[in-house]
């Protein structure tokens, strides 16, 4: 999502870089582009009226701060305004009962069901609370055992629901069972259809009256554009929102949803949907997706991801070894592994300042996890022995390992060379004390390249 959007707003931004002052004529063009990017990425047309006047008005007249071009203060501008159109600040979860009762709405095929299993996982794995979940959506086929099925691989208790009952019965049958589980946290998986009807909101305002949540979260899709603004407002009219979460973020949308929502409906995205795996839920950074926007990087996130996966005491232990001169391409395939738990290497690049830019231009290249299994492919296909030293690779041992790789004899030779220049560089550089690694991880977590 926003690829297009962001190399809109880079290049745009780009064309002012070198100015002395910041003024109406040298921000003209730039203004015109950022105004058809956004309408382009199927932002709300009356958001991006006032975002560009905000724009205009803090940029017009602007001096240059010493040392600052005015393309760098004018980013500064549009990031800011960026995370104002966005939130300003992420929004918790409001814990104030027990049990704190979350009912999810949206339409059908947003992602609901799957939504409400990730954001359990969250409140289980992340805020250390005890959830339940509990499915009232007896219309659509299959989807009471679906969340059954979700419930089971998180392990998180999921009321056994009767298709047969009205939504109501089912709810007032839950509230006892919720206390015997002694739930923290009750997510309520509610009904959707296919479009907004008043026999959909009479229902959610039946449940609402019969259980009092401190959370109705809409689930919205993150395809939809400016049509999920029409969403929003009908569901916040009819039955009082609290926040959002998009879903299929990780996907082609243009991001329209994202910029639009918060500003026209006024309420805060509180998590976007990053992937299929119920791990892929996160907690909405406005200022975060604003620099991502503007391939600013979003190194904080990276760091998070970081000290959630890598385990710390294996990358002391690599550090260690990379210092003495140590480090094996054993010790390097398991460094892969842990990175590779962060995410594809493409989206792990595209969180450093600057790198989705440089990516456009490295199109022409090896995509880098193509890179990296080819890499991985080459290690596994060396013995025990060549791992632990890879100058004894010589002759027909690699004809052997390119064989049993299914890369080129070439590619193992650039691999070998390239892995003992960047072993001693490494050693040098942590013996002068540069190889911190990235801050927060411990000191130990290392970029495999």
């Known amino acids: 999502m926003f690829e297009k959007l962001s190399d809109r707003l880079v290049d745009s931004m780009r064309k002012l870089s070198g100015k002395g002052k910041i003024s109406e004529a040298n921000i003209e063009e730039a203004i015109k582009e950022i105004r ?57 979860l409001q814990f104030t009962t027990q049990p704190t009762v979350i009912f999810l709405v949206g339409l059908q095929g947003v992602g609901k069901t799957t ?28 989807a009471i055992q679906q969340l059954k099925t979700l419930g089971e691989q998180i392990e998180v208790p999921v009321f056994d629901s009767d298709p047969k009952m009205k ?37 959610l305002t039946e449940l609402k009256s019969l259980w009092k949540p401190q959370e109705v979260l809409l689930v919205a899709d993150a395809m939809l554009g400016q049509q999920s603004v029409d969403v929003a407002e ?33 309420i805060p995205i509180k998590f976007l949907g990053m992937g299929e795996k119920q791990k892929d839920l996160e907690v909405f950074h406005p200022d975060r997706l604003a620099s991502r926007i503007l391939d600013m990087g979003d190194v904080v996130t990276l760091v998070e991801k970081a000290q959630e996966v890598i385990d710390e005491e294996e990358a002391k ?21 842990q990175m590779k ?33 080819k890499i991985e492919a080459i290690i ?17 041992r690699r004809v052997r390992i390119a064989k049993g790789s299914g890369t080129r004899v070439q ?34 977590f290392k970029l495999p390249f």
């Open 36 to 92: 058809m990017s956004l309408l382009e990425a199927d932002v709300n047309f009356k958001v991006v009226k006032r975002f560009i006047e905000a724009v205009k008005s803090k940029a017009l007249g602007e001096n240059v701060i010493k040392g600052v071009d005015a393309g760098q203060q004018f980013t500064k501008i549009v990031h800011d305004e960026l995370v104002d159109l966005l939130g300003s600040e992420a929004v918790e």
């Open 115 to 142: 939504t409400a299993a990730k954001l359990a996982l969250y409140i289980k794995d992340k805020l250390k609370k005890k959830p339940a979940l509990i499915p009232v959506d007896i219309y659509r086929p299959a």
């Open 167 to 203: 939504p109501k019965k089912i709810l007032k049958l839950a509230q006892k069972w919720a206390e015997s589980e002694n739930a923290d946290v009750v997510i309520v998986d509610t009904a959707g259809r296919l479009q907004m009807d008043q026999e959909l909101m009479k229902e």
């Open 234 to 266: 009908g569901f916040h009219q009819q039955v009082g929102l609290t926040g959002l979460i998009l879903t299929k973020v990780d996907g082609d949308a243009r991001g329209g949803a994202a910029l639009s929502i918060r500003e026209a409906i006024g």
């Open 317 to 337: 232990r690599s550090a260690e070894r990379m210092m003495k001169g140590e480090f094996t391409a054993e010790d390097f395939l398991a460094q892969i592994r």
């Open 341 to 373: 738990k962060l995410g594809s290497m493409e989206s792990i690049l595209k969180m450093l300042p600057g790198m989705g830019s440089m990516m456009k231009q490295m199109k022409t290249m090896t995509p880098p996890d193509e890179e990296v299994k």
């Open 380 to 396: 596994c296909s060396m013995t025990k022995e060549e791992r632990q030293d890879c100058r004894i690779i010589h002759g027909s």
């Open 411 to 444: 590619d193992v030779n650039r691999f070998v060379k390239q892995f003992e220049d960047a072993k001693k560089m490494m050693s040098g550089l942590m013996k002068m004390g540069l190889g911190g690694g990235f801050p927060g991880a411990g000191g130990g």
